[in-house]
């Protein structure tokens, strides 16, 4: 792979990702060492850095994550501000019903059942205190679970009140892909 393709497949995982995802798994997604994948993201780094874009790279504990650049945080204020007082959207309405009945659930888990990349819906679904991350899964990504938040929402006191929660709970685990030795990328 060409030197400048590399720092563009970096981008577009990361990007696809929407979470921070560790160098070696990069690696292994574009079949290439650790020291080449991080000086594509040095690349990467520095061209976010010298061109005028909203976007910056962020390097942390051998991981990588693309972020908004703080000096545009202020474009959100109103959008999140907005976006709190609208009812939930179906995307996120199933979103949340997944999590409830399989969590803790990764977030490769959920774009599998959905079919979709959900970060924006995790987000927005964190941001409003209605889920929660839960510990690190074995891919070390985020598990996401309803909050206390969510069940005191739904008048609830635990998960299993859910309705028919032991039915789909069964019915899912046995579609669960992590479970069926699913294997995420």
Do not use: C, W
């Amino acid at each position: 792979m060409r030197d400048k393709n590399l720092t563009a497949a970096v981008e577009a995982i990361l990007f696809a990702y929407g979470e921070p995802l560790e160098i070696k798994k990069i690696a292994k997604i574009l079949n290439q060492d650790e020291k080449t994948v991080k000086e594509a993201a040095e690349k990467l780094n520095q061209y976010y850095l010298l061109e005028e874009t909203g976007i910056k790279l962020i390097f942390s504990d051998n991981r990588l994550q693309l972020a908004t650049k703080p000096e545009f945080s202020h474009l959100f204020e109103n959008f999140i501000k907005e976006e709190f007082r609208e009812n939930l959207t179906p995307a996120a309405l199933e979103t949340i019903s997944l999590i409830a009945y399989l969590g803790p659930i990764s977030r490769v888990q959920l774009d599998y059942f959905r079919g979709v990349n959900s970060s924006f819906i995790l987000r927005s679904l964190l941001m409003r205190g209605l889920i929660e991350r839960s510990t690190e899964t074995k891919e070390r990504s985020y598990a996401y679970r309803l909050s206390f938040d969510a069940l005191k929402h739904l008048g609830i006191s635990k998960i299993e009140e859910l309705p028919e929660y032991e039915k789909f709970k069964t019915i899912a685990d046995g579609a669960n892909p992590v479970q069926n030795n699913f294997q995420a990328v």
